[in-house]
């Protein structure tokens, strides 16, 4: 079982920039393939970022250039540095773990997220 507790959401204005947190449980965080997701109302759940075991990211074009995903295996923690944010970016921010491969950009290859923080960019 590994839990996730995402943190550092709040409310900023268009331009801003917020570092989003996410804690893990386990002794095996450094083999996990991590991601973020985000979920704004009305709409399905979208991959943002992932950064893989040896280190390799991905992103979503929206993000692409504004937002770093990195990892710290010595605290058990993944980050999301944003910046230059805008009013889309506004959502539920969800931290998500793959025991088993890489992460990636799927939501289906994740086995375990936790349970969000709400990131909201006024314009």
């Known amino acids: 079982q590994v839990q996730l507790v995402e943190s550092g959401g709040g409310l900023v204005q268009a331009g801003g920039s917020l570092r989003l947190s996410c804690a893990a449980s386990g002794r095996t965080f450094s083999s996990y393939g991590m991601g973020w997701f985000r979920q704004a109302p009305g709409r399905e759940r979208e991959f943002v970022a992932a950064?893989?075991?040896?280190?390799?990211?991905f992103y979503a074009d929206s993000v692409k250039g504004r937002f770093t995903i990195s990892r710290d295996n010595a605290k058990n923690t993944v980050y999301l540095q944003q910046n230059s944010l805008k009013p889309e970016d506004t959502a539920v921010y969800y931290c998500a773990a793959d025991l088993w491969g890489p992460g990636g950009t799927f939501r289906a290859a994740y086995e375990y997220w936790g349970q969000g923080t709400q990131v909201t960019v006024s314009s």
């Open positions: 950064i893989s075991v040896r280190g390799s990211t």
